[in-house]
């Protein structure tokens, strides 16, 4: 099955044909219009060097004028094999759809409602036949029964026409197309960009990217930037004043040899001042019995933290490399490595 994408965003059509398996582009004069596009033929030419086959309006109230508007936009300097001429289907449209054709024009009938229609374009010898799904469910039509039936009467009587679901409002949609037996659907970019979405294969995802990070990636690597120290001579407040504008929930406490004596936390400062007083914070860090806190070298792998964590129960992790103190993380670390 065919995969076009459908719109006139220059922006989204390079963005979306980057992927290198999209067959072609549809867009009409409303998205142009839509997009503020007034150089129409210009905008013609800007996409056909950027899609593998491009398929555009040829309008016409008569199959003369239609003839004569496709044969103008050729002379442009379309590809003809690479260029597909949209034509609302009419009896005009089909007899120029017919002469198009017969002269080696690829021609897609359009603006089809009903199985009817569908028939006579493909009798015409459309390349394309193209229901508009959403359009007809709009309207409270069995638009996916009319494209099945498009479907069947291309297999069965052997047309040499391709059926293209088209008005693509939803993935479901998508969906649809694929277990109808489609040639074609054209989506729009933002539905496209749903197609591989899946919660299961997120979580599946982010399960690999963590356990690849596990066994690859040391521990000294998710420290910070900025690390807050605090010398255990200095006062509670000297650690409020780091956490507050680091906006970090723990210090480390270190000697003066930058060796590790304790963390004092967010919670620390919670309970000192319940036990005594807004005027503890003048206390110093060594008085308020610091417990000897647990280090991890960083140049232990990750899973080698995640065990501490869970075997410690704590919430925060003194990094340390020849004794010294070069960081902290926490688990909140660790749950953003997917």
């Known amino acids: 099955m065919e995969l076009y994408l459908d719109s006139a965003d220059i922006k989204e059509i390079k963005e979306a044909f980057g992927l290198g398996f999209l067959a072609g582009l549809t867009t009409t004069p409303t998205f142009m219009h839509r997009h503020g596009i007034t150089d129409i033929d210009g905008t013609i030419m800007e996409l056909s060097k950027i899609v593998p086959v491009l398929q555009i309006?040829?309008?016409?109230?008569t199959a003369e004028e239609i003839v004569a508007e496709a044969k103008r936009q050729d002379a442009l300097g379309l590809d003809r094999s690479k260029t597909v001429y949209k034509i609302p289907v009419s009896l005009e449209g089909?007899?120029?759809c017919k002469q198009l054709t017969s002269e080696g024009?690829?021609?897609?009938?359009?603006?089809v409602y009903t199985i009817q229609?569908?028939?006579?374009?493909?009798?015409?010898?459309?390349?394309?036949?193209?229901p508009l799904v959403g359009r007809l469910q709009d309207q409270g039509h069995d638009a996916l029964g009319l494209v099945e039936q498009c479907v069947e009467a291309v297999n069965y009587y052997g047309y040499d026409t391709k059926i293209m679901f088209s008005s693509v409002r939803n993935v479901e949609h998508v969906k649809n197309a694929i277990n109808i037996g489609v040639h074609t659907v054209t989506v729009p970019w933002g539905v496209m960009k749903q197609l591989t979405e899946n919660n299961f294969t997120q979580l599946g995802t982010t399960q690999?990217?963590?356990?690849?990070?596990?066994?690859?990636?040391?521990?000294?690597?998710?420290?910070?930037?900025k690390n807050p120290i605090v010398q255990h001579d200095k006062t509670i407040t000297d650690c409020l004043v780091q956490m507050t504008a680091g906006g970090f929930g723990a210090v480390t406490i270190v000697d003066e040899n930058h060796k590790a004596v304790g963390i004092f936390t967010d919670g620390d400062l919670r309970r000192l001042i319940e036990n005594e007083g807004a005027n503890a914070v003048s206390k110093k860090v060594a008085d308020v019995g610091l417990k000897t806190p647990f280090t991890i070298d960083g140049n232990e792998l990750l899973y080698v933290a995640t065990k501490a964590f869970k075997d410690r129960q704590v919430d925060s992790l003194i990094v340390t490399e020849n004794d010294k103190v070069i960081g902290m993380i926490d688990v909140q670390d660790m749950m953003k490595l997917g």
């Open 57 to 61: 309006e040829a309008l016409g109230k």
């Open 94 to 96: 089909l007899k120029a």
């Open 105 to 111: 024009y690829l021609v897609n009938i359009h603006l």
């Open 117 to 130: 229609q569908a028939y006579m374009a493909m009798a015409a010898g459309a390349t394309y036949v193209c």
């Open 208 to 225: 690999f990217f963590e356990h690849t990070a596990q066994m690859t990636v040391r521990v000294k690597d998710l420290i910070k930037d």
